[in-house]
């Protein structure tokens, strides 16, 4: 049923992308007077790699997948946008959300003029599967964004029900998976194989750390992968997030044992929540942060502000609830104290 060359833009399909200096050249040499750049060495003074291979042999390495697989972006809101630029006709095709959720894939489809439809999680936060269902022979949509874990809300989404979705789906399905190291489920990347319209996103910005570098990474299949290439600027990971991811990849324990001490605070920041007086729900959470409802969550808000201790205000969003990252034992125990 999925066919992707009907849902890519015409005029990507036409496009004849930029061809780099890199581009055009690729091996070694001793004087490189091709690419306008200034000769005497800084460390910066040459253009990166516009592919990233190496940063991507390494993720490949550790996530199980071919570089060709692997896309890089400046965060994973630049694949965002460019999965709507290289798939959504500006005003005629639309996008699919199931709000509450995170908040670029609306932005992102209203910077580039693209009409979103929003089917609600249920009241446990999990995708209205037959709500959905009534809106995927709607060829107009061509893209479904699911965020699991899902943001605000904290938790995984039915891996059997993102199947379903995908699977009687003409368009692309994107799973964001920003926050799935926090998760006890491990990444839907396996699934690739035998999903051809799947897309999966995930994120430096997170367990790993790195928010400040932005890099985030898309999988998918080569086809997709080739698409966003394409039309992404010619080089959009700079030599430094490039060095950086690097070596940070190189130490994978280091990320793990980040991890580790994440949820141990995690399980004791929701219990230490649980005893105060004006909480009245705390969500279970599979990601680094816990929504958690208050009597009166915009005094709380304000006074957590006055305390220098700051939260995010969902309760406009999720009624009565504020998020709140995990953050490092002395700060939870602040937080903890300040409430
Ligand atoms: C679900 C989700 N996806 C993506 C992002 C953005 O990631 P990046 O920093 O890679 O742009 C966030 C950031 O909060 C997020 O919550």
């Known amino acids: ?31 490189w007077l091709d690419a306008n750049e200034n000769p005497f060495e800084s460390g910066l003074n040459r253009y990166p790699d516009p592919l990233a291979i190496e940063v991507k042999k390494a993720i490949g390495k550790i996530k199980k997948i071919k570089p060709e697989n692997i896309f890089l972006g400046n965060g994973s809101d630049e694949a965002i946008d460019l999965l709507y630029r290289a798939f959504c006709e500006p005003g005629k095709d639309k996008a699919l959300i199931m709000p509450p959720t995170y908040g670029m894939y ?8 693209v009409e979103i439809f929003r089917v ?3 009241e446990q936060f999990q995708i ?7 809106f995927l022979n709607d060829k107009s949509i061509k893209l479904i964004f699911i965020c699991s874990p899902n943001n605000p809300t904290g938790n995984l989404m039915s891996v059997e029900t993102i199947k379903a979705i995908a699977m009687n789906f003409r368009g692309l399905v994107v799973v964001d998976e920003a926050y799935i190291d926090f998760a006890p489920n491990a990444s839907l990347i396996p699934l690739l194989k035998q999903i051809p319209n ?14 400040g570098i932005r890099l985030g990474m898309a999988f998918a299949s080569i086809e997709i992968i080739n698409i966003l290439n394409k039309i992404k600027p010619p080089y959009n990971i700079n030599t430094f997030t490039q060095k ?28 230490k929540l649980g005893e105060l007086p004006n909480v009245k729900k705390i969500y279970p959470s599979d990601a680094n942060f816990i929504l958690v409802e208050f009597i009166d969550p915009n005094t709380v808000y304000n006074s957590l502000v006055e305390s220098g201790i700051i939260v995010r205000n969902r309760h406009s969003v999720v009624n009565g609830c504020l998020r709140i990252t995990v953050g490092t034992p ?8 300040a409430l």
Do not use: C, H
Not at 106 to 113: G, K
Not at 330 to 337: C, D, G, V
């Open 106 to 113: 609306e932005v992102s489809a209203s910077i580039n003029d």
């Open 128 to 134: 209205d599967l037959a709500v959905v269902k009534g």
């Open 120 to 122: 609600p999680l249920t």
């Open 198 to 211: 799947l897309v999966i996103l995930q994120t430096f910005s997170k367990a790993w750390g790195m928010a």
């Open 330 to 337: 002395e700060e939870n125990e602040r937080l903890i104290e």
């Open 244 to 271: 950086m991811a690097l070596d940070q990849l190189t130490d994978e324990k280091a990320k793990d044992s980040s991890v580790t001490v994440i949820l141990r605070e995690r399980e004791t920041l929701a219990s």
């Open 1 to 31: 049923m999925f066919n992707l060359d009907a849902i890519i833009r015409e005029n990507v399909k036409r496009l004849k992308p930029y061809s780099s200096a890199r581009d055009e050249f690729k091996g070694q040499a001793d004087v």
